[in-house]
């Protein structure tokens, strides 16, 4: 007979393959399961909590595969709140398999796990010796079928325990969305075929539902430059109407003409303040089109919102749209467009402070990065160099867990999520200093598990946003500076590659490694300047202190 965590295990295991997770005694059974199924389910163990959470969240956003985080009881679990707390705000599906208190009641060292959880947002199912499989399936049913981190809970006493038998409940798939009335895709279809200076901007709900084709064709019909949010970047390709990233992380003159369109249609993206430049990207006359699953508009501004999914829509927008033969803006501002996403400051060799500057480091790591590439971002001032420098091959190449809850600290095991979904391309991981160190035990982790990998941590010896937000404001900064850490000896001692980067011919010594195949992890640890701000944080600062 199966135990109450083997019935979990079957259960998962058509929809699961990946498992990240701690062992403790709370989910020890759960793991024993898991290791009992090698040819269908992978166990990677990280060295704190918090990484279970956010490589599962990472898998899911670069394989759009739902994965499984586990922990034990208690600490264990608590230690995961905030990458929970970042799946729940992001909408990611993911399953946290976590121990808890016996039936009999709560032990001194429990919690209630269950408000915790129901505090951040995600929904626990609590498994029964007589309901392991039917609770498990509604879990993970739950999870995709509305965009939510679940928590799934094992009672202590359960866990080993002899299971009743269940019959497997059958595997239930969401039904379509509805798609909007005929007469709203007539309506918008007339407001883009009219429009002089049509825009279309694809986030990474496009992605997920499969639009490229239909959005790209879309544009090209009614003569629409392109562009995408963060989560979005890369989503139209080389398109040479492509602008590139909207929003703060976008250059000038991306930025200028996306100030000039008319008609804006934004295909599954949610318009956050970076999207959409605190308020300012779109012109205050413009027409501003949403398509989205959510209930209604996300963001203030949109003028039109149309619920259903990006694809669908794009598609019978395509199939009702006239096809623009005059004066199309795509032709029309097609030298200005022409790389506009990359038409922005070089940087200098050197940054005043005799420090490297973050702009010429990136533009140098570009064209020596390879072409089959997935970038992973922790959080931190630096979020502004890759995004705006990097080429991004697809939007599941671009991994920034912790940008919906502004989190540090999640970059390393996100890359470890990454780098199992994703094993055949170079992972290359951007940090600052402050979230390398706070996500320093799964440095391990990452070296472990990535067959090809770079880091690349912008050391400038400080907490770099709070630098540029509060500093400039009188705020002492001492509570802001980090002391110099050597990052290259840490990759050493844990078996990586490690090289200190405090110029750009430094950069030479690793030319022929970044040009190889060659397995393994090089760190790169890059001696950047306090001095040099992203544009992004400029705005920030200009709206916090009412210069905008």
């Not at 398509?291 to 919102?305: C, I, K, M, N, S």
Request: negative net charge; contains cysteine.
């Amino acid at each position: 007979m199966a135990t109450v965590s083997a019935r979990i295990v079957s259960a998962l295991q058509p929809a699961v393959t990946e498992v990240f997770g701690v062992m403790g005694n709370g989910n020890a059974h759960f793991l024993d399961a898991v290791m009992a199924l090698p040819d269908s389910m992978h166990y990677t163990a990280v060295r704190h909590e918090a990484g279970a959470v956010a490589a599962a969240d990472a898998y899911f956003r670069a394989s759009g595969r739902l994965a499984v985080a586990t922990t034990t009881y208690g600490a264990g679990f608590t230690n995961a709140l905030t990458p929970l707390a970042e799946a729940v705000q992001a909408q990611i599906p993911l399953v946290l398999v976590v121990g808890d208190a016996p039936t009999t009641g709560a032990r001194p060292w429990d919690v209630d796990q269950v408000h915790l959880a129901k505090g951040l947002g995600a929904t626990t199912f609590t498994v029964s010796a007589t309901r392991a499989l039917a609770v498990t399936a509604a879990a993970m049913d739950h999870a995709l079928r509305y965009r939510q981190a679940v928590v799934l809970a094992i009672p202590y006493d359960l866990a080993g325990m002899e299971a009743v038998h269940e019959d497997l409940p059958p595997t239930t798939t969401a039904g379509p969305l509805a798609m909007p009335h005929a007469d709203d895709i007539e309506r918008i279809a007339s407001l883009l075929s009219a429009a002089t200076r049509p825009l279309i901007l694809a986030g990474r709900g496009a992605w997920a539902s499969g639009a490229q084709d239909a959005a790209t064709g879309l544009a090209e019909r009614i003569g629409a430059l392109t562009a995408t949010s963060g989560l979005g970047a890369g989503f139209f390709g080389d398109n040479p109407a492509g602008l590139g990233i909207a929003g703060g992380w976008a250059s000038e003159r991306t930025a200028r003409l996306i100030g000039q369109a008319d008609v804006v249609l934004v295909l599954g993206a949610r318009l956050n303040q970076f999207t959409t430049r605190f308020g300012h990207s779109f012109d205050s006359s413009a027409s501003v089109v949403q398509v989205d699953v959510e209930t209604g508009p996300t963001a203030p501004g949109v003028t039109d919102y149309l619920r259903g999914d990006a694809r669908a829509v794009a598609e019978a927008l395509f199939r009702t749209v006239d096809r623009v033969t005059d004066q199309r803006w795509s032709d029309v501002a097609a030298a200005e467009a022409l790389h506009a996403h990359h038409a922005r400051d070089d940087g200098d060799l050197t940054a005043p402070d005799g420090r490297l500057d973050p702009r010429s480091l990136c533009r140098t790591l570009d064209r020596l990065l390879p072409e089959d590439r997935s970038i992973v971002q922790d959080g931190g001032h630096f979020i502004g160099w890759a995004p705006s420098y990097f080429r991004v091959p697809a939007p599941n190449r671009l991994i920034m867990v912790g940008t919906a809850y502004q989190t540090i600290g999640l970059g390393l095991p996100s890359a470890v999520g990454a780098a199992r979904a994703l094993p055949e391309s170079t992972v290359v991981l951007c940090t600052g200093d402050g979230g390398a160190l706070m996500a320093l035990a799964d440095l391990d982790s990452f070296i472990r598990t990535a067959r090809r990998a770079v880091i690349v941590v912008f050391n400038d010896a400080a907490y770099g946003a709070e630098i540029h937000q509060y500093a400039v404001r009188g705020i002492h900064p001492g509570p802001m500076m980090i002391d110099e850490v050597d990052f290259a000896a840490l990759a050493i001692a844990l078996g990586a590659t490690g090289r200190t980067i405090r110029t750009l011919a430094d950069l030479d010594g690793v030319k022929d490694w970044l040009a190889s195949d060659d397995d393994g992890v090089l760190l790169l640890d890059c001696k950047v300047s306090q001095q040099v701000v992203a544009p992004y944080m400029q705005e920030i600062v200009a709206v916090a202190t009412g210069g905008r």
